[in-house]
């Protein structure tokens, strides 16, 4: 009777897989992949984008982006995935931040473009749509854009700001423009207080 292959996941063994996966340019098919669950890694993503590996920041900026090229999420969980193995990590907030964005246009033909700080591209609109969720208890806003499959990226508070700059008021709500699409903010009334 053959053994089983007990594959022990390991960040090395990770970046080796996902390397030898990556054809070209652009993104892995993760999507495509269903390996076996191989157990969790202890990998952490901060709120602030820091990647950890075994409690320590990861400072190798070439490693962070490959692994962010095979971050998936299921349900609300994340996963490191590559075609022979998948690997839970803990994600504090959003996988991403997104640290800067681009206008093109205005009004309702504006479409904002935002960088995230490993240099994935979103245009906000119907399929990458930006939404903003208060703490309830101070009402502190935290703004994320969809970047890809599931992931979203928090917005930077300088970002942020600069959205507040480019909002206007729509439907009774105040928010932006981006994709034809109208993402609200803040209710209206709420900036009359």
Request: proline share 8%.
């Amino acid at each position: 009777m053959a053994g089983q292959n007990i594959v022990t996941p390991s960040a090395d063994g990770l970046a080796a897989s996902a390397r030898a996966a990556k054809k070209g340019k652009g993104l892995p098919p993760v999507h495509l992949w269903n390996p076996p669950f191989c157990g969790d890694l202890d990998m952490r993503i901060a709120r602030d984008g820091t990647w950890f590996y075994l409690g320590t920041p990861i400072g190798r900026f070439e490693l962070v982006k490959l692994f962010s090229s095979i971050l998936r999420k299921d349900d609300d969980a994340y996963f490191l995935v590559t075609p022979v193995e998948k690997v839970g990590i803990t994600v504090d907030d959003a996988p991403f931040v997104a640290v800067d964005f681009d206008v093109e246009g205005e009004g309702e033909a504006q479409v904002l473009t935002f960088e995230t700080h490993v240099g994935d591209l979103a245009k906000a609109g119907p399929d990458n749509p930006i939404r903003v969720v208060r703490d309830p208890d101070t009402g502190e806003p935290s703004p994320y854009v969809l970047v890809r499959a599931n992931l979203e990226a928090l917005i930077d508070r300088k970002s942020f700001y600069r959205l507040v700059e480019l909002g206007c008021h729509h439907d009774e709500w105040f928010g932006v423009w981006s994709g034809g699409q109208f993402f609200p903010i803040i209710p209206s009334a709420d900036l009359a207080d």
